[in-house]
Nanobody, 119 residues
């Protein structure tokens, strides 16, 4: 059973940085795409970034380009989201998700970690 556990959220000020972590277990993830999503109060969940576990190809939402970096660490089975120059509009619950690369839908989700950016 695939499990994803996020950590690293918190309360920061605008302009600060945070690094979110997603520890994955329960499978070999070579054929997976790992993604980060977020959901702000009253809004729909939106895609932030993704990375292919094997090749390391990365994908970003326009709102994340230039400020956020997704990466993975094989030895720790962990995916990171480095977030710089944070803005109040980045405030949301951030979720880690995983899908098999050949599938369109993310099947596995973490419980989420809160990120709050004050102005």
């Amino acid at each position: 059973q695939v499990q994803l556990v996020e950590s690293g959220g918190g309360l920061v000020q605008a302009g600060d940085s945070l690094r979110l972590s997603c520890e994955a277990s329960g499978s070999t993830f070579r054929r997976y795409i790992m993604g980060w999503f977020r959901q702000a109060p009253g809004k729909e969940r939106e895609f932030v970034a993704a990375i292919s576990w094997s090749e390391g190809n990365t994908y970003y939402a326009d709102s994340a380009k230039g400020r956020f970096t997704i990466s993975r660490e094989y030895a720790k089975n962990t995916v990171y989201l480095q977030m710089n120059s944070l803005k109040p509009e980045d405030t949301a619950v951030y979720y880690c998700a995983a899908r098999v690369a050949t599938m369109n839908e993310y099947r596995y989700w973490g419980q989420g970690t809160q990120v709050t950016v004050s102005s």
